[in-house]
Every structure is written in structure tokens, then in C-alpha cells.
Nanobody, 121 residues
Framework: QLQLVESGGGLVQPGGSLRLSCAAS????????MGWYRQAPGKQREAVAA???????NYADSVKGRFTISRGTAKSTLYLQMNSLEPEDTAVYYC???????????????WGQGTQVTVSS
């Protein structure tokens, strides 16, 4: 079983920066894609950024130019660098891996437990 743990959330002033990390533990055979979602109070979960195994990235329009998704040198780590943070970025951020854990197994989406990001003065 693959487990993901996020870290790096917290309270930051508008205009500030945070770097989220997502560390996987367990056996990873292959990864198709990795990414981040967020959910603000009273709102649906929304996709923030994603990166494929080939390194292609996608971003929500609301974070383009401010957020950067990247992978660690080991395939078990994912990052989200968030700059120029705005109060509207306040949410719980969740990472995911679309991965297989053994040869011949189908791709499954694994989720982290979430980390709170609060942007406020």
C-alpha cells in the first residue's frame, strides 16, 4: 500500500510564499502522474497543478505564474512552490499519485491526508 504525507502548510501573509512537500512511503512500481488539489471551506475540491511522468505540467488558471510543481530526484517526493499567495489560496491542499505498486496492477490514485494553508494578514 502506498501512503502519502503532506507537509509545509501554515499561516502566511498575503504576498508570502510556502513550499508544500508530499512524501510517499511504500512500494512504487510506476507513476503516471502526480499533482495537487485544494479544497476551501464551503467549496468543491479543485485541481491546482499536475505533473506527468514525462515532466509535463498543468496549472489551474488561478495559480499560473505563481505556483510551481516539481518532483524530487527520487520519484517518491512531490513539491508545490507557492509564491505571491493570496487570501483566495486559503484551503486544505492534498497531493495525489496515480501509480502502480506491482507489475500487472492497474493504476490507482493515492491521496495524502491534506495540509492547511491559510493566507491572512
Amino acid at each position: 500500500q502506498l501512503q502519502l504525507v503532506e507537509s509545509g502548510g501554515g499561516l502566511v501573509q498575503p504576498g508570502g510564499s510556502l513550499r508544500l512537500s508530499c512524501a510517499a512511503s511504500g512500494i512504487i512500481f510506476s507513476i503516471n502522474a502526480m499533482g495537487w488539489y485544494r479544497q476551501a471551506p464551503g467549496k468543491q475540491r479543485e485541481a491546482v497543478a499536475a505533473i506527468t511522468s514525462g515532466g509535463s505540467t498543468n496549472y489551474a488558471d488561478s495559480v499560473k505564474g505563481r505556483f510551481t510543481i516539481s518532483r524530487g530526484t527520487a520519484k517518491s517526493t512531490l513539491y508545490l512552490q507557492m509564491n505571491s499567495l493570496e487570501p483566495e489560496d486559503t484551503a486544505v491542499y492534498y497531493c495525489y499519485f496515480d501509480a502502480t505498486t506491482a507489475p500487472g496492477m492497474g493504476v490507482m490514485r493515492y491521496w495524502g491526508q491534506g495540509t492547511q494553508v491559510t493566507v491572512s494578514s
